[in-house]
C-alpha cells in the first residue's frame, strides 16, 4: 500500500512538472512569435511604441539648496564668533 502511494505521489508529481515545461513551452513560442513581427516592422521601417505601464517615472531630483543655505548660515554665525 505503501509503494503504490509513493507510485501515485510521484506519477502526479511528474505530471504536474510535465504540464509546467508544456506551459513554459508554449509562452517561449508566443513569445518568439511576438519578436519575429516587431523584428520585420523594424526592418520595414516602423518604430514600435512603448506601452505606458512600461515606462518608468523618473523621480523628482532631490533639492539640497535648504541644506546648504543652512550649511552657510552655520558657517556664518562661526565667521562672526571668531571675530568678536
Not at 505503501?2 to 510521484?10: K, P
Not at 517561449?28 to 520585420?40: M, S, T
Not at 514600435?48 to 515606462?55: A, F, V
Amino acid at each position: 500500500m505503501l509503494a503504490f502511494a509513493i507510485a501515485v505521489l510521484f506519477t502526479f508529481a511528474a505530471l504536474l512538472a510535465a504540464l509546467a515545461i508544456a506551459d513554459s513551452a508554449l509562452k517561449a513560442r508566443h513569445a518568439y512569435a511576438q519578436l519575429l513581427r516587431e523584428a520585420a516592422l523594424m526592418q520595414a521601417g516602423f518604430m514600435l511604441q512603448i506601452e505606458p505601464q512600461e515606462l518608468r517615472v523618473r523621480r523628482a531630483a532631490v533639492r539640497v539648496t535648504p541644506l546648504r543655505r543652512a550649511q552657510a548660515l552655520r558657517m556664518h554665525a562661526l565667521r562672526v564668533s571668531d571675530v568678536a
